[in-house]
């Protein structure tokens, strides 16, 4: 009798492989640290990555952390394209 389809999986590891996910798809359209990049008109620099599970902004959605004139914010994959 194989036990693990009795034990419940963690939540916790169903987000964190999302936000890995997220991060490898980052990485992968060219958005690594260091990568200047562009919002809309204002540019900015990829300065890490967002690994927050909960909150009104999670890695899940806002992957990126980029620091621009107006201060360090998070962002989408799909709001930020390579400057």
Known sequence: MNRSAYIRQNPADDASAAIGAAVRQAVQRGLGVGRTVKIGTVRGIVIGYNIARDGNFPGTRFPLLIRTEL??????????VPA
């Open 71 to 80: 201060g360090v914010a998070k962002f989408g994959l799909n709001e930020v």
